[in-house]
């Protein structure tokens, strides 16, 4: 696609409750990115995927959170047993191989709110 | 580990010039990226120095120095739709991370 796709862009939730949150990359783009921001701050990292392979999964916050990708391509970000402390809006970006310059690109976020 | 610092706000002018700074620590340093943030939307790129010195895009440009671990954005003829945040981020290996961020009010 032009650009990267997040999706869902908002997602309200009830605690204790899955949530699934996907990134759409742009084509080509091996390397890719989740972040979290809670509002009024920056960005967290959270997990790095090279190709279909994550390489660092430091910045996982809990056993709750893991990440998967497949076919070089989509990938999903799981949240297990919602809590309040997870309301942020995770970003996606992606790049080439390596993320040099220009080629970083973010997507719209997916806003979650868990009540 | 690694650690970014940037002032958490600055206010300036409409037409003044405004200098952000961040200075950073970390290990496999390779690049410094600025990055702009309007409240509610995704970061759009602004600049990304390697080298030390001065780069310079428009009303925009970045510094670096490396054996400092320092670099600023320097906003020039500040308009309000400067208004925003504006991320440091470093370059580590295959890892970007973020700073917290310097959020910009324009004053009229």
């Known amino acids: 696609g032009a650009g990267v796709s997040q999706s869902p862009s908002n997602k309200v939730t009830e605690k204790g409750k899955d949530v699934e949150l996907r990134c759409d990359p742009i084509?080509?783009?091996?390397?890719l990115y989740w972040y979290r921001q809670r509002l009024g701050q920056g960005l967290e990292f959270l997990i790095y995927f090279q190709g279909n392979s994550a390489p660092d999964k430091s910045g996982l916050p809990s056993d709750r959170f893991s990440a998967e990708r497949t076919g070089e391509s989509v990938s999903t970000l799981t949240i297990q047993r919602t809590q309040q402390e997870d309301s942020a809006v995770y970003l996606c970006a992606s790049s080439g191989y390596r993320p040099t310059g220009e080629t970083i690109y973010f997507g719209e976020g997916s806003w979650l709110t868990v009540v | 580990g690694q650690n970014i610092d940037q002032p958490t706000e600055m206010t300036a002018t409409e037409g003044a010039i405004v200098q952000i700074n961040c200075t950073y620590q970390t290990s496999g340093f390779n690049g410094l990226f600025w990055y702009q943030q309007h409240a509610g939307e995704a970061p759009t790129f602004l600049s990304y120095?390697?080298?030390?010195g001065l780069e310079e895009k428009g009303r925009f440009s970045s510094f670096l120095s490396r054996s400092k671990g320092y670099s600023y954005l320097l906003l020039k003829e500040l308009q309000m739709k400067d208004s925003a945040s504006y991320l440091c981020a470093v370059s580590r290996d295959d890892k970007i991370i973020f700073g917290k961020g310097t959020r910009l009010h324009i004053l009229p």
């Open positions: 084509s080509g783009h091996t390397a």
């Open positions: 120095n390697v080298l030390d």
